[in-house]
T-cell receptor, first 113, second 114 residues
Framework: SAVISQKPSRDICQRGTSLTIQCQVDSQVTMMFWYRQQPGQSLTLIATANQGSEATYESGFVIDKFPISRPNLTFSTLTVSNMSPEDSSIYLCSGDGGRGEQYFGPGTRLTVT | AQSVSQHNHHVILSEAASLELGCNYSYGGTVNLFWYVQYPGQHLQLLLKYFSGDPLVKGIKGFEAEFIKSKFSFNLRKPSVQWSDTAEYFC????????????FGTGTKLQVIP
């Protein structure tokens, strides 16, 4: 298994600003994933991040709004750009454990005012 | 694309009661199936998984799940719940073979009353 940490754990941001969330894995993983989890709802996949290539975004999510970096096999960042209150959510990163199994970080709770 | 349905959004049980949480998926091919749990204040963690073989799989903390292919179901069970089982439970599915996107259900909040 892998242990995943995220920073920051929570933040309160003003609309129009950007926040970068960091995700660190304690071992190398091929794929990392970014999810959004809104209260009372399921996890929604934002994008899949492979090292050395551009992230693959799901329908409804675009690179300009959620740029992602994946500089190596243990680290990734997600930026939430030009934030609005609708971006308030919990953002989760996970690492691929093989065959669909994933290891999740503790999440970043974002509130946009 | 696959989808997952969890019918129970909020379940309240007394300690020692038996638990069964429903999960149904839709997908035309073979799948990998998962149950994840999120305890209050903690991150999501894997409870159990099914890839192939024996359709009855056992996970941590006395949980088990049964894959019934004909019903497209993967229900989670525990014969006797404890207060510490209070958590949110998510069913998830991904098509088998290579990397495939994982789809999560909407989750079931379980509250166990001492």
């Amino acid at each position: 298994s892998a242990v995943i940490s995220q920073k920051p754990s929570r933040d309160i941001c003003q609309r129009g600003t950007s926040l970068t969330i960091q995700c660190q894995v304690d071992s190398q993983v091929t794929m990392m994933f970014w999810y959004r989890q809104q209260p009372g709802q399921s996890l929604t996949l934002i994008a899949t991040a492979n090292q050395g290539s551009e992230a693959t975004y799901e329908s409804g999510f675009v690179i300009d709004k959620f740029p992602i970096s994946r500089p190596n096999l243990t680290f990734s960042t997600l930026t939430v750009s030009n934030m609005s209150p609708e971006d308030s959510s919990i953002y989760l990163c996970s690492g691929d454990g093989g065959r669909g199994e994933q290891y999740f970080g503790p999440g970043t709770r974002l509130t946009v005012t | 694309a696959q989808s997952v349905s969890q019918h129970n959004h909020h379940v309240i049980l007394s300690e020692a009661a038996s638990l069964e949480l429903g999960c149904n998926y839709s997908y035309g091919g073979t799948v990998n199936l998962f149950w994840y749990v999120q305890y209050p204040g903690q991150h999501l963690q894997l409870l159990l998984k099914y890839f192939s073989g024996d359709p009855l799989v056992k996970g941590i903390k006395g949980f088990e799940a049964e894959f019934i292919k004909s019903k497209f179901s993967f229900n989670l069970r525990k014969p006797s719940v404890q207060w510490s089982d209070t958590a949110e439970y998510f069913c998830a599915v991904s098509p088998s073979g290579g990397y495939q996107k994982v789809t999560f259900g909407t989750g079931t909040k379980l509250q166990v009353i001492p």
